[in-house]
């Protein structure tokens, strides 16, 4: 007996009508091989601020794949929206952003933090004032990163003192970064940095002991705030 492989049915009609009375053929199904792809996002984790938006990458393999077809979905939508790949914050929290290939329905996924920096300074009583020279990674601070300093409240929770402004004196830029406490002293602050290049908020490697009136350098000494 001979043995053959066809796919579908109908060849096996077509078989029969061919060979008659003939030798004998005995089909066996063949099954479908299918391409299962994989999907590998270029982000682990983004940081943003509310109003920021990123284009996530997504990398389907194999390249022979004829379809790369894939889908974007988001646990929470209150917190970012997703277009196209395309995310978008709209309030301050944690949500994970997931992205399916349809050829296998192989998953990554990234997660997505999203703050709000909004700062009332006539909740305190004193001020100080910072003249400062930023970097981020070794790097001067560009235009679009932000600094806000941080106490603690009676509560003992994380308490904004403070955010930071760009500024320009001849061909040197700096930022002022004015203070606040209700302690004349010894209020201790730190400083966090959202740097809008890598879409990363960075804890700095400075704190200061807050004093009323105090003003920490000058235009032709900045003092040093450095994140990593």
């Known amino acids: 007996m001979k043995r053959i492989s066809f796919i ?17 053929f005995e089909v066996e199904e063949v099954p479908e091989q299918t391409v299962v792809a994989d999907v590998e996002l270029g982000r682990r984790s983004v940081d943003l601020m509310t109003g920021d938006s990123y284009e996530l990458t997504a990398t389907i393999t194999p390249d022979s794949l004829i379809s790369k077809g894939i889908y974007w979905e988001v646990a929470d939508t209150n917190v970012v929206r997703i277009v196209d790949g395309t995310i978008t914050a709209k309030a301050p929290g944690e949500t994970t952003v997931k992205v399916t290939a349809l050829a296998g329905m192989k998953r990554d996924s990234c997660r997505v933090r ?9 909740q305190f009583r004193y001020d100080m004032v910072i003249y400062a020279n930023v970097t981020v990674g070794g790097q001067p601070a560009e235009a679009g ?11 003992g929770a994380p308490e904004m003192r403070g955010i930071g402004v760009m500024r320009q004196s001849a061909a040197r830029q700096y930022m002022q970064l004015r203070l606040y406490s209700n302690e004349a002293y010894g209020d201790e602050l730190t400083f966090r940095c959202y740097d809008r ?6 804890d700095g490697n400075t704190s200061v002991s807050f004093e009323e009136s105090a003003t920490l350098g000058t235009l032709s000494m900045l003092y040093n705030i450095a994140f990593d």
Do not use: K, Q
């Open 145 to 155: 990163t932000m600094v806000a300093a941080f106490g603690h409240s009676e509560t």
């Open 197 to 202: 290049r890598r879409l990363l908020m960075v």
């Open 114 to 122: 999203v703050y709000h920096w909004n700062f009332d300074p006539y």
């Open 8 to 24: 579908h049915f109908s060849l096996l009609i077509s078989a029969a009508l061919l060979t008659g009375c003939g030798e004998l």
